[in-house]
């Protein structure tokens, strides 16, 4: 009983070795990892869309700081966070998130302040 044992798990292993071997790219697969083009497509379309908003534009301001955070990512090989990045910047823009009352202004700080 015991050489019977040994010998269907012997064979099972075989049988599973001779199915790697037979098909390796099923065994692993392709993984779709983002590309430094993705990257920049998705970029290009986030600041089209900011672009389209006046200079003065608050959620254009916001996008804009998320598209320079994209480009960092992409610099650093992150191109998954610089694609979320980029999808923030597009969103930014479609749902305009912040708006200023008629008379306000953003005073954005320097480093140095």
Same mark, same amino acid.
Do not use: W
């Given at each position: 009983?015991?050489?019977?044992?040994?010998?269907? /798990?012997?064979?099972?292993? =075989?049988?599973?070795?001779? /199915?790697?071997?037979?098909?390796? %790219?099923?065994?692993?697969?392709?993984?779709?990892?983002?590309?430094?083009?993705? /990257?920049?497509?998705? &970029?290009?379309?986030?600041?089209? =869309?900011?672009?389209?908003?006046?200079?003065?534009? =608050?959620?254009?301001?916001?996008?804009?700081?998320?598209?320079?955070?994209?480009? &960092?990512?992409?610099?650093?090989?992150?191109? %998954?966070?610089c694609l979320d990045m980029a999808a923030r910047?597009? *969103?930014?823009?479609?749902?305009?998130?912040?708006e200023l009352r008629p008379g306000e202004k953003?005073?954005? =700080?320097?480093? *140095?302040?």
């Amino acid at each position: 009983m015991h050489l019977f044992r040994i010998t269907v /798990c012997a064979l099972g292993l =075989l049988a599973g070795l001779g /199915c790697a071997v037979a098909a390796p %790219d099923a065994a692993a697969p392709a993984s779709e990892e983002p590309t430094r083009d993705d /990257c920049n497509a998705a &970029v290009a379309e986030a600041r089209a =869309l900011a672009t389209a908003l006046p200079p003065d534009h =608050l959620s254009r301001y916001f996008a804009e700081r998320h598209l320079h955070q994209a480009l &960092v990512e992409a610099g650093n090989g992150e191109f %998954d966070e610089c694609l979320d990045m980029a999808a923030r910047a597009s *969103d930014e823009v479609r749902e305009r998130r912040h708006e200023l009352r008629p008379g306000e202004k953003l005073k954005v =700080l320097r480093a *140095d302040e």
